[in-house]
């Protein structure tokens, strides 16, 4: 009898992806007020305050004349033979030039701090740059990826996997044994391709190669996206009930020199450290009485090189993967199950039908 595949996950990833699109909407949206805020602002010191100040000057200014052609009069004018002191017309003048000063000043002040406040939105542009491009960029992808991943693990929890044999059916005086044993998977050949492997030790000794900046520049646009493939290894893990365990895109991968330019090769990966995938790939058919030339390139230059062998990238250790003409033909378990063939069979056919 089927039985549904125990995924618990699905919910708490759905909502992980709206709170995270939530997070993100909420981020573009300060990042659009601080920018509102951040014209507004300028438009005040670099426009209207100047336009202000100058207006105010040449008030200022045609108060001056007004006063001293008020001053020039006072001082003409004779009472009984004298010249008036003009005093309040002096005060007059001097309180207009004194306002003409005060002006001066406001300008020189606007004029400083609309210096410094674009120097400061330039730096703060530069610095919100990245955020903004991870935003606009890397948040959509990251939304796409998660929706697929949950597309994905929707997809794997709608496959049945066989429960345990139970009590078998009899018919008349005639019975089945009880407890009948599942089918067995089928052993597979490819295993015995884990004896070209190269140990740890090995590993260690093959030097990643270094591409220059010409070949990283023109590398990189040839690179697939990262998102698609994690998720076609995603899926081929899916496929065998596995939990995907996904290397670092700059991780190393120990292969055969030239191997990757030939149809039939195989993938295993074995226990490594750090900053090592711990994959290594070689020929299915490799010449006799050859020693075999090792070299290592990162994961990234694997997807570049062979785009078709990354799915199979997210199965554990102890796992050996071989294509052909970049088809799976097997996936085969530390115990030399091969399992993809196995996936495709349906015990069920095995059983017998009662009479």
């Known amino acids: 009898m089927a039985q549904p595949v125990n995924v618990?996950?699905?919910?708490?990833?759905?909502?992980?992806?709206?709170?995270?699109?939530?997070?993100?909407?909420?981020?573009?949206?300060?990042?659009?007020?601080?920018?509102?805020?951040?014209?507004?602002?300028?438009?005040?010191?670099?426009?209207?305050?100047?336009?202000?100040?100058?207006?105010?000057?040449?008030?200022?200014?045609?108060?001056?004349?007004?006063?001293?052609?008020?001053?020039?009069?006072?001082?003409?004018?004779?009472?009984?033979g004298q010249r008036p002191a003009c005093y309040q017309e002096k005060k007059a003048l001097e309180a207009a030039k004194q306002r003409v000063r005060y002006v001066h000043e406001k300008i020189e002040v606007v004029q400083k701090w609309g210096r410094t406040l674009q120097q400061e939105v330039s730096e703060y542009q530069v610095q919100v740059a990245k955020f903004r491009g991870m935003l606009e960029g890397e948040v959509p992808r990251s939304l796409a990826l998660l929706g697929r991943m949950v597309a994905a693990l929707e997809s794997y929890a709608q496959m049945p996997v066989m429960s345990a044999p139970g009590k078998p059916k009899q018919t008349g005086s005639a019975a089945r044994p009880s407890g009948g044993a599942q089918p067995k998977k089928k052993s597979s050949i490819f295993h015995q391709l884990r004896e070209h492997t190269p140990d740890l030790e090995t590993r260690e000794n093959v030097d990643l190669i270094i591409a220059s900046d010409d070949e990283e520049e023109a590398g990189a646009q040839n690179i697939p996206d990262h998102d698609d493939s994690q998720q076609s290894a995603l899926e081929t893990a899916f496929d065998l009930q596995l939990e995907p365990d996904f290397p670092d895109w700059e991780e190393k991968v120990v292969i055969i020199a030239g191997c990757l330019k030939q149809e039939q090769v195989y993938l295993e990966r074995i226990a490594a450290p750090e900053n090592d995938s711990g994959w290594f790939i070689g020929l299915v058919e490799p010449k006799l009485g050859v020693?075999?030339?090792?070299?290592?390139?990162?994961?990234?230059?694997?997807?570049?090189?062979?785009?078709?062998?990354?799915?199979?990238i997210g199965l554990p250790e102890g796992y050996l993967a071989v294509f052909s003409n970049d088809e799976i033909v097997a996936i085969v378990n530390e115990k030399g199950i091969d399992l993809w063939q196995a996936r495709s069979e349906d015990p069920a056919d095995d059983e017998e039908e009662d009479e």
């Not at 438009?43 to 200014?61: G, L, N």
């Open 8 to 80: 618990r996950s699905i919910a708490a990833l759905t909502d992980f992806r709206a709170a995270f699109a939530t997070l993100g909407e909420a981020a573009q949206r300060s990042l659009d007020e601080a920018d509102m805020e951040i014209r507004r602002a300028l438009q005040w010191i670099t426009v209207e305050q100047p336009a202000f100040w100058k207006s105010e000057h040449q008030r200022a200014m045609d108060q001056v004349t007004e006063r001293r052609n008020e001053l020039e009069q006072c001082q003409n004018r004779t009472l009984d």
């Open 291 to 312: 020693t075999p030339q090792y070299e290592a390139i990162t994961m990234s230059e694997l997807m570049r090189r062979r785009p078709e062998l990354i799915r199979a």
